[in-house]
């Protein structure tokens, strides 16, 4: 996390609630900055995390999106797009976009 400092940015900061030794990417913040969606390993394939910001800063992120899923964006409509993952003897041959709607 950085933060702007006038025209420029300050010092990168580690979000360690979110972190692990993984690899840990592609993240995106709602635009009120309550969620960070981002991509880690999950059973050896890409899967959506989401942390959500609390009273300390953000929380221990929850799985939503499990195996060869990544790269989340949402809408203001709540609409979750995501990259889908196709492999094929540990080979990605293919990544299609996918859309998932709030249901209520």
């Known amino acids: 996390m950085v933060e702007r400092q006038g025209e420029g940015c ?3 900061q580690n979000v360690e609630a ?4 993984e690899t840990d990417g592609w993240p995106f913040v709602t635009e009120d900055g309550n969620e960070l969606w981002l991509t880690r390993t999950y059973m050896g394939t ?8 609390g009273p300390d800063g953000w929380q221990e992120p929850d799985l939503i999106v499990s195996q060869f899923a990544g790269e989340a964006s ?3 409509a709540g609409n979750l797009y ?3 993952h196709f492999f094929h003897s540990g080979e ?3 990544a299609d976009i ?4 709030p249901t209520g």
């Not at 979110?18 to 030794?21: A, D, G, L, Q």
């Not at 890409?46 to 910001?53: D, E, V």
């Open 74 to 76: 949402l809408d203001q």
């Open 18 to 21: 979110v972190n692990t030794p």
């Open 98 to 101: 996918y859309v998932a709607r």
């Open 92 to 94: 990605m041959l293919e």
């Open 10 to 12: 300050g010092t990168p």
């Open 82 to 84: 995501f990259t889908q």
């Open 46 to 53: 890409p899967a959506l995390y989401r942390s959500r910001m």
